[in-house]
Structure formats: structure tokens, C-alpha cells
């Protein structure tokens, strides 16, 4: 287990918690850990009635990690990840939700943490120089600092459609899927959106369903995970060296994928035959480091094209019936949105008993929901149970649904009305002493996202030692240095393909959303200079030692 820094002598007045975190996910687990065992009082208060964030939530058939599980999983302790035993390349979410549910027992984390209760609101005092938060319990804290783990992908978007509360039948969301389950058994299913989450369902459900309807309203790429057991040996061989492959992996663009990286050369330039037998070798390989394999996939358009249009010639040979096989082409860049992986999903669509409609403004758009099913342009479809896979309110839907009030009583939402901005998406000018974990403005969910979590934990967990032992009360986000962020995170992020489509990385999913880039590509960058900046006294952010006294 990383050192513990020792408590300085110096360090500000007790208060009634020291930080409240907010959400129990493998962010807030991690926070929790370190903050108690560095001998800090600490609340965390999640939502859930238990750990696990999005594998507490995400229970829908299918649902697994598109990360290698060697990888997916935490690497603070060298004890718990020698302990913990995967079972499949890609784990499945109840084993996720089970390795979260052990760490929890085994650093003893519940006791820190009030289930089923939500962070309603949390004001900053700026005479007391700490945070007034309240829970919809109605309980209340005074807490020196306020770090947000709520969750990149946590608040579900469900659309508004008209007539969503008149179904007679099992309505669900993915997002908060029914922890009993759902039985599709003899069932008519309709499920809209196919996402990274109706991707994994699909293929899952129609096994047992008597009929499945997907509506899509764009087509999507997606790539075979290959999922297979976990090889014992390979997994033994990994653990041999967990450190050193931890290391590797996190000097990876996404902060994993080490050992599928292989040379990467220009596609443009290359003979065709060459290229479609490294895109083969990577088809056949399977998961996402499937774009890694040229260097100029994801800056070059015309590179780009020639790896979709790959795919798009997969998806032709794989579904029997060209109409349908048609309409699941997608047109685009390939990676522009998140690349989805998943297993047995173009095949599914060969089954008998699975339909494919497009919903999309030149195909059959949703116009209602009814008693009995779904109105697609001139047709009515009737269902025993409708699915949304309709995806999240990403990056700032969770930090804006608590009104979270900084200096003059200004809430985030004013503060981000154009769009989000931050310092390293840990700080917010206006916001002290608040922390947001892989907030907009980090590497956040273009990255391995335990990884990320962990690395931003330990960030703040060294910032608070160091406020302790230079004295410090409260810490800032400067303006410029925010101004100087968002430029770096807009420039980076306009050397790629990213912002040239409409995805949920610009929140475009959402009516209304601002559209901004939000997370930045490239992990080892983003991490040398969170190192750098901390080792010049955190430039860029603003101390006040003032220390208050306790009210
Ligand atoms: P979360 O797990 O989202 O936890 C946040 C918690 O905060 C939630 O439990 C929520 O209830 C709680 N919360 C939010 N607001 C409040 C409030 N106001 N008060 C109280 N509680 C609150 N990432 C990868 O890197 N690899 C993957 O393969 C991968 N697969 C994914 C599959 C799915 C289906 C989804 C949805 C996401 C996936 N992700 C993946 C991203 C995933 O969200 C992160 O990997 C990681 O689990 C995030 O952890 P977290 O603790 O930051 O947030
Ligand atoms: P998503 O990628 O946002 O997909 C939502 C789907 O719903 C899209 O197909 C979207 O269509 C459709 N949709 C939304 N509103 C609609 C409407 N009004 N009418 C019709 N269709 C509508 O959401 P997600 O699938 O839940 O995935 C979100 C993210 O979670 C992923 O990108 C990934 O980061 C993570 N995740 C990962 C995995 C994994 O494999 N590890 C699994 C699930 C989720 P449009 O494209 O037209 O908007």
C-alpha cells in the first residue's frame, strides 16, 4: 500500500468533517480510503444503497467493462489487486460490482459512507472558509472541503417524449436498471438507442425475448471485444509484475492497452493490402485499442475513412439482409464518438426475431409513447417492455444537479452557462476548497477511468497535505489559469478528430447543453503536468491562511 503521509503539526482547526465526498463509485471509494486512514474526518454520502457507482446502477443484461479487468480495477494496493481473481478479459458487472463491494469490506469504507441519501446543495461560507452542505435527508454539515465523485456518466438522459409515463408496461433506463431484474422471457421488447449500453443488450436480450425492435437514430461503429476466459497463466504472469505492467499502461495515450500496442505507421501511404491485414490482425484482436493501430487514425480524416469504411465492410458481410445491414452502416469518422465494443451485435440482427428501425429525422422518428408500446412515424409498435438506452447528461450533469454555491452566493451553473470551465478539471475559480474527481477538463472518460480516478485522488490527497503543512486554509483556482486550461484542453483537442462530431463528449446528446469539448486527450501529458504543477507550489492556484475558527 502507497505511504500515508504522517499528519503535519500544523493544520487547521477541527470542524465538524474535514471533507464531505459525495458519491460511493470507485472515486468516492478511493477518497474515502485515503482520507480516513490519513486520519481525517470524512462523510460521503451516495445516492445508492450501496458502492459501486456505475455498476451499482448499470445492471442491464450484458453490461461489462470494455477494458482488459487486469486493467480495469484498482492499483493502490498490491495486496488487493494480488488477492483479486478475474474471470473474463472483460469483466461482467456483477463481478465488478463484487470487487467494489470488497475493497469496501476490506478497508472497512461503509462506515464512512450514508447510503441512499443525495447531496441536495452545498454553499460555500466565505467568513468561515468552509462549505454548509445538506443532504435531502435534510441532514447538515460544515466541512473545510467538498470533493465531488459524482460521476462522469451517472445522471441518465432520458428523453422527453410525450407520453412517457402513459406505458402500461416495465419502463427502464439502463442507467437504473431494477435490481430484481427484468424478465424478457415469451416478451415483445423495444429498446431505443444503440449506444455502448443498447449494444451490450441487445444481443443479450433477444436470446430469450420473443421479439427485440431497436430503434436507432444513428448508426454506430462498433468493434468485437473478443471476450474470452481469463487465461490463469496470463493472469499469473501479469501479477508476477502488476507494478511495472501498471506503470506501462499508465504511460499509455488512455492509460491502458500496453500490451496490445504494436507499431504504428501512417495508414495514408500504406499499401491496401498492408493495411487491411493489420486492421484484420486488429478486427480479430478485438476491444478498443482497435484504433491504435495507425498512428494518423485520429488526426487524419482521410486515414480515418479508409478504418471505417473497414468496418463498414464488416458490417456488409456479417448481416445477411442488405437493407438492414444498410442501415446499421454508419457514416462518419470511426472514433469520433466513443468507440463502442461489443459482442455478437451486427450477427444479432440475422435472428428472426429482431427488427432494426431507423429513427432518425429521414427514417421513422419517435413521436409519442402510448399505453401499449411506441408511435415511429405512420407506424404504432406494441411492446411488454421499452428500454432506454438513451445514455447521460456526461461530465457536468451530476456536479449541476447539486446547487453548489462559491464565493457571492454564484452557483456552477452560472458559472458554467457557456459551458464548463476549470483548472486541470479538479478546480473552479469561485469554488474554494472544492474538488471535482475526473471533472471536464482532465483526461477523465477518454482514459482507463479507475486510472484516472486514482491519479486525481492522489493529487488531492497530496494538495491537502501540503495546504496542512504550509498552513494553508483555502484553495483556489486563479482565473487565468483557468482561461490558459480551457485554451490548452480546446488546442489539444482541436488536433483531433473529437470535436468534429456530434457526440456526448460535446454534450450534444443533451437539448440545450453548451457545446464544448469536454475531457482532454492524452493521459502521460496531463499527469506530467498535474506533477508539475504541484511541484511549484500548485501554480496556478491561490492559498488563503487564513484558518477560521471553528463557529
Ligand atoms: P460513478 O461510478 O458514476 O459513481 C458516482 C456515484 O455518485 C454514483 O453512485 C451516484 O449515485 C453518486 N452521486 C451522484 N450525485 C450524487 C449526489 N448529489 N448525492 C449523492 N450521491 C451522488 N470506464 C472505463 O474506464 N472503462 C470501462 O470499461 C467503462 N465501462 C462503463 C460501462 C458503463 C455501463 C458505464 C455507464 C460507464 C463505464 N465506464 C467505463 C465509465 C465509468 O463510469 C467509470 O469507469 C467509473 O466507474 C466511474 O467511477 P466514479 O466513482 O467516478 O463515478
Ligand atoms: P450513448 O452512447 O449516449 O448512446 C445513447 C443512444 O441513445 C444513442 O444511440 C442515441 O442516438 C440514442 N438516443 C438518445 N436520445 C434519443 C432519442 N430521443 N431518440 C432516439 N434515440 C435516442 O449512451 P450509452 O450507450 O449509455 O453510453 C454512454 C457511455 O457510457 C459510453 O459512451 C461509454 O463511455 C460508457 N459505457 C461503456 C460501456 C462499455 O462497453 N464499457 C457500456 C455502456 C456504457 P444518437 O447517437 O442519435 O444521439
Redesign the pocket.
Known amino acids: 500500500m502507497k505511504n500515508e503521509q504522517d499528519r503535519p503539526e500544523k493544520h487547521v482547526e477541527a470542524v465538524v468533517v474535514e471533507a464531505v465526498v459525495?458519491?460511493?463509485?470507485?472515486?468516492?471509494m478511493y477518497l474515502v480510503h485515503r482520507l480516513a486512514s490519513s486520519g481525517r474526518t470524512v462523510r460521503c454520502?451516495?445516492?445508492?444503497s450501496d458502492v459501486?457507482?456505475?455498476?451499482?446502477?448499470?445492471r442491464y443484461p450484458g453490461?461489462r467493462?470494455?477494458?482488459d479487468s487486469m486493467e480495469?480495477s484498482y492499483d493502490f494496493d498490491d495486496e488487493l489487486q494480488q488477492e483479486w481473481e478475474w474471470t473474463e478479459r472483460y469483466a461482467t458487472q456483477p463481478e465488478i460490482l463484487r470487487y467494489a463491494q470488497h475493497v469496501a469490506d476490506r478497508f472497512d469504507l461503509r462506515r464512512h459512507i450514508t447510503f441512499h441519501?443525495?447531496?441536495?446543495r452545498s454553499v460555500f461560507d466565505e467568513t468561515l472558509l468552509r462549505w454548509t452542505v445538506t443532504t435531502d435527508a435534510g441532514e447538515v454539515l460544515t466541512s473545510r472541503f467538498v470533493i465531488m465523485?459524482?460521476?462522469?456518466?451517472?445522471s441518465t438522459n432520458l428523453p422527453d417524449i410525450e407520453g412517457l409515463d402513459t406505458f402500461s408496461g416495465p419502463l427502464v433506463h439502463t442507467?437504473r436498471w431494477p435490481h430484481d431484474g427484468v424478465d424478457f422471457a415469451g416478451k415483445r421488447v423495444g429498446i431505443v438507442g444503440t449506444g455502448?449500453?443498447g449494444i451490450q443488450a441487445i444481443p443479450v436480450i433477444a436470446q430469450t425475448a420473443a421479439h427485440v425492435t431497436v430503434f436507432q437514430r444513428t448508426a454506430q461503429f462498433t468493434i468485437p471485444a473478443q471476450n474470452c476466459p481469463l487465461d490463469p497463466e496470463e493472469q499469473a504472469a501479469i501479477k508476477a509484475e502488476y507494478g511495472a505492467f501498471r506503470e506501462r499502461n499508465r504511460r499509455m495515450p488512455g492509460a491502458f492497452g500496453d500490451r496490445y500496442q504494436r507499431p504504428a505507421p501512417n495508414a495514408v501511404g500504406l499499401s491496401p493490402e498492408a493495411f487491411h491485414e493489420e486492421m484484420e490482425f486488429l478486427w480479430q484482436q478485438g476491444g478498443p485499442m482497435f484504433l491504435s493501430g495507425f498512428r494518423d487514425l485520429m488526426r487524419n480524416p482521410a486515414a480515418n475513412q479508409l478504418a471505417a469504411d473497414f468496418v463498414r465492410g464488416k458490417i456488409a458481410e456479417i448481416v445477411h439482409n442488405p437493407v438492414v445491414a444498410d442501415r446499421l452502416t454508419p457514416t462518419g469518422m470511426i472514433g469520433c464518438k466513443r468507440l463502442v465494443v461489443d459482442t455478437d451485435y451486427y450477427a444479432t440482427y440475422n435472428r428472426p426475431n429482431v427488427t432494426l428501425v431507423d429513427v432518425s429525422e429521414h427514417g421513422q422518428p419517435i413521436t409519442r409513447i402510448t399505453a401499449t408500446g411506441l408511435q415511429a412515424g405512420e407506424t404504432h409498435y406494441e411492446f411488454d417492455v421499452l428500454i432506454f438506452a438513451t445514455g447521460?447528461d456526461a461530465m457536468t450533469g451530476?456536479l449541476l444537479?447539486?446547487d453548489l454555491r462559491g464565493r457571492g452566493g454564484e452557483s456552477l451553473a452560472e458559472t458554467w452557462a457557456a459551458g464548463p470551465v476549470t483548472y486541470l478539471g479538479l478546480g473552479v475559480t469561485g469554488f474554494p476548497n472544492l474538488f471535482m474527481?475526473?471533472g471536464p477538463g482532465s483526461p477523465s472518460?477518454l482514459?482507463?477511468?479507475?486510472i484516472a480516478?486514482e491519479q486525481h485522488v492522489d493529487w488531492i490527497m497530496d494538495c491537502i497535505h501540503y495546504m496542512d503543512s504550509e498552513g494553508h486554509a483555502v484553495i483556489e483556482a486563479e482565473r487565468h489559469a483557468v482561461d490558459d486550461w480551457v485554451a490548452h484542453v480546446n488546442s489539444v483537442a482541436g488536433r483531433t478528430i473529437f470535436p468534429s462530431c456530434s457526440s456526448w463528449y460535446l454534450g450534444a446528446n443533451i437539448p440545450g447543453k453548451p457545446r464544448v469539448f469536454m475531457p482532454l486527450p492524452g493521459f502521460p501529458a496531463y499527469v506530467d503536468r498535474c506533477q508539475q504543477i504541484a511541484a511549484n507550489a500548485y501554480e496556478g492556484f491561490r492559498f488563503e491562511s487564513l484558518i477560521p475558527t471553528a463557529s
Open positions: 459525495v458519491g460511493a463509485g470507485f472515486a468516492g454520502f451516495e445516492a445508492g459501486g457507482g456505475t455498476w451499482y446502477w448499470n453490461a467493462c470494455d477494458v480495469y441519501t443525495r447531496v441536495e465523485a459524482t460521476g462522469c456518466l451517472s442507467g455502448s449500453s447521460f451530476s444537479r447539486v474527481v475526473t472518460v482514459a482507463n477511468m479507475i480516478t
